[in-house]
């Protein structure tokens, strides 16, 4: 049995992994992030991490934030959003968005946000949740959480490009500061 903790950690492996760094145990991923799941494990194994196609199943099925996908045939593994690195570039679906969508972050960022806006920095898409309890959640892991107010729908109306995720999290490259309404989305 697994316990929370190693699923967690192991986690924690495929996420670095498959998003930002799969050349650290020469991992190949093309350009819709998919890489071969028996090369994960050998990777992993040469490093001294302790991976195989159970733990990576439990992983995926088990993930309340459905952050991997594994392949119609079983034999490949993706993160569905969140990549920085440069030869991945997930076609993901241009799609209409809700009325509003919501950004979560750290009270310490606001000042950067209030001039830049919101930019994807090393990833390639901002991300963007459907409700505030999401975006608290993603607020603390960063410190003192605030959350950000989104006219999505208005924004698409005026042309920004909206995606959304296999695990429905809403993408967009930027939103001008301008957009941005900082005031309106009390902490629950």
Known sequence: MTTKQQLNEASKFLSYILRHEPQAIGLQLDSEGWGEIESLIAGATNIGKALDIHLIHEIVNNSD???????????????????????????????????????????????????????????????????????INVGQRHGSPVVIKIEALRMSQQGFKFFQADNGVWLISSIPADQLTFDACPLI
């Open 65 to 135: 934030k459905n952050r991997f996908s594994i392949s119609e045939n079983g034999q490949r593994i993706r993160a569905v959003q969140g990549h920085s690195t440069t030869n991945v570039n997930i076609n993901h679906l241009e799609k209409t968005p809700p009325e509003f969508l919501y950004h979560g972050t750290a009270s310490r960022f606001l000042d950067s946000i209030r001039q830049q806006g919101l930019i994807a920095g090393t990833r390639h898409y901002v991300h963007l949740s459907q409700d505030v309890a999401t975006a």
